[in-house]
């Protein structure tokens, strides 16, 4: 009885020692298999057949091309501006107190529009000049008119009647600089101190630098108000002495902005200057822009592109990152179907810091790999060896 319970203790003993050891096996034969990359179908030349769990695949950005105009040259950063032929800063012509605001930023005013009362003794005093001096001019119109009747009757010296004419002259002439005094501060006569100060042109009030109770006076550094019309902006681009002979008025363009990554602007050349500026040997460019809907804000920064006058020639904008270079010529992969890319050799137009323009080998919506070309070119590589 005790030597069968013995060899059943051993026999069980093996028994669980061959299952660990399968066990293990099992395990090492299980990791190995992992370990492994997926398997790849090379079986066209320049084309990569990935499985849907391909860890080259992570790697990978990939994203669909739209053919734009064609560009003269890469892109340069360009400023937006105030168009300065629908812009005006109004300061105050006066020294006075401000009593009353009627305009904030961002409200539309009209021509003439009062958009603030200022308290101002100035005026008290122009008005107290202009009706002195009408006074005075009828005084010495009369004196004049009775010097002219004497006169004739020869009864007053000629030299009496020349001095009352003199008079006269000298009270219409301070009479006239009265009036061109009120006529400037836009002023009737019947403001009683009380200055308007109006808005020039019709608007949109862009900016505000005054609160109630302020001091003004004409030599103040900045403008109370700034007034423009935001439907229309400036773009002013410095650009390379490279580039200016291509340029002209007239000549179309495309804006660029990090407010609005996914839209382009259309803008139009208005002036390109004659001469170069002698410290960075750029010359500066003025273009004017629609601003439908008022998306642009002034002192933003653009991305400008100057179109070739053919404006039929299209283009594919690629960065930089998906073109890779061998020889003599330019490279991209191109998605076929998921899991799938052909290597494409593509013709660059224009070449930028950032991205480039490409003008044959590809086609507008075709999936190009923006981001991980360098490693399925090294698959390529591995392939054809």
Same mark, same amino acid.
């Given at each position: 009885?005790?030597?069968?319970?013995?060899?059943?203790? %051993?026999?069980?003993?093996?028994?669980?020692?061959?299952?660990?050891?399968?066990?293990?096996?099992?395990?090492?034969? =299980? !990791?190995?298999?992992?370990?492994?990359?997926?398997?790849?179908?090379?079986?066209?030349?320049?084309?990569?057949?990935?499985?849907?769990?391909?860890?080259?695949? =992570?790697?990978?950005?990939? &994203?669909?091309?739209?053919?734009?105009?064609?560009?003269?040259?890469?892109?340069?950063?360009?400023?937006?501006?105030?168009?300065?032929?629908?812009? *005006?800063?109004?300061?105050?012509?006066?020294?006075?107190?401000?009593?009353?605001?009627?305009?904030?930023?961002?409200?539309?005013?009209?021509?003439?529009? %009062?958009?603030?009362?200022?308290?101002?003794?100035?005026?008290?005093?122009?008005?107290?000049?202009?009706?002195?001096?009408?006074?005075?001019?009828?005084?010495?119109?009369?004196?004049?008119?009775?010097?002219?009747?004497?006169?004739?009757?020869?009864?007053?010296?000629?030299?009496?009647?020349?001095?009352?004419?003199?008079?006269? !002259?000298?009270?219409?002439?301070?009479?006239?600089?009265?009036?061109?005094?009120?006529?400037?501060?836009?002023? *009737?006569?019947?403001?009683?101190?009380?200055?308007?100060?109006?808005?020039?042109?019709?608007?949109?009030?862009?900016?505000? !630098?005054?609160?109630?109770?302020?001091? %003004?006076?004409?030599?103040?550094? @900045?403008?109370?108000?700034? #007034?423009?019309?935001? =439907?229309?902006?400036?773009? #002013?681009?410095?650009?390379?002495?490279? =580039?200016?002979?291509?340029?002209?008025?007239?000549?179309?363009?495309?804006?660029?902005?990090?407010?609005?990554?996914?839209?382009?602007?259309?803008?139009?050349?208005?002036?390109?200057?004659?001469?170069?500026?002698?410290?960075?040997?750029? #010359?500066?460019?003025?273009?004017?822009?629609? @601003? #439908?809907?008022?998306?642009?804000?002034?002192?933003?920064? &653009?991305?400008?592109?100057?179109?070739?006058?053919?404006?039929?020639?299209? &283009?594919?904008?690629?960065?930089? *990152?998906?073109?890779?270079?061998?020889?003599?010529?330019?490279?991209?992969?191109?998605?076929?179907?998921?899991?799938?890319?052909?290597?494409?050799?593509?013709?660059?137009?224009?070449?930028?810091?950032?991205?480039?323009?490409?003008?044959?080998?590809?086609?507008?919506?075709?999936?190009?790999?923006?981001?991980?070309?360098?490693?399925? @070119?090294?698959?390529?590589?591995? @392939?054809? !060896?």
């Amino acid at each position: 009885m005790t030597l069968q319970s013995n060899i059943l203790k %051993v026999a069980i003993a093996i028994a669980v020692v061959g299952a660990a050891i399968a066990g293990i096996h099992y395990l090492n034969a =299980s !990791q190995d298999h992992k370990a492994d990359p997926p398997p790849k179908d090379h079986s066209q030349p320049g084309v990569l057949k990935f499985a849907p769990n391909a860890p080259q695949l =992570s790697s990978l950005k990939i &994203a669909a091309v739209t053919a734009v105009p064609l560009p003269v040259s890469d892109p340069v950063n360009g400023r937006i501006t105030y168009d300065e032929n629908a812009t *005006t800063r109004v300061t105050s012509p006066i020294v006075g107190r401000v009593t009353a605001l009627h305009a904030e930023v961002g409200d539309a005013v009209r021509r003439n529009t %009062v958009l603030v009362d200022i308290d101002s003794p100035d005026l008290a005093t122009a008005e107290a000049d202009w009706r002195k001096a009408k006074a005075d001019e009828l005084r010495k119109k009369l004196a004049f008119e009775r010097a002219k009747t004497l006169f004739d009757g020869e009864v007053l010296a000629r030299k009496d009647y020349e001095s009352a004419e003199a008079d006269y !002259q000298q009270a219409k002439a301070e009479t006239r600089r009265t009036v061109l005094r009120m006529k400037n501060l836009n002023a *009737t006569g019947q403001e009683d101190g009380k200055f308007g100060l109006k808005s020039p042109i019709a608007g949109i009030v862009a900016d505000k !630098q005054i609160n109630p109770g302020l001091e %003004v006076r004409p030599d103040l550094p @900045n403008p109370l108000f700034v #007034i423009t019309d935001l =439907s229309r902006l400036w773009v #002013i681009v410095d650009v390379p002495e490279r =580039s200016a002979a291509e340029l002209h008025p007239g000549q179309a363009v495309t804006l660029e902005t990090d407010a609005y990554p996914d839209e382009r602007f259309n803008a139009r050349i208005d002036k390109v200057g004659l001469v170069l500026d002698p410290g960075t040997h750029r #010359i500066q460019v003025r273009c004017s822009v629609k @601003n #439908i809907g008022l998306k642009l804000k002034p002192e933003m920064f &653009a991305r400008v592109s100057f179109l070739a006058d053919d404006g039929g020639k299209k &283009a594919i904008p690629l960065p930089n *990152t998906s073109l890779f270079v061998e020889g003599m010529y330019s490279y991209v992969f191109v998605e076929k179907q998921a899991g799938t890319f052909e290597k494409r050799r593509v013709n660059v137009k224009v070449r930028g810091h950032d991205r480039s323009f490409v003008d044959t080998g590809l086609e507008n919506g075709e999936r190009v790999v923006t981001e991980g070309a360098f490693l399925l @070119n090294a698959e390529v590589a591995d @392939n054809a !060896q």
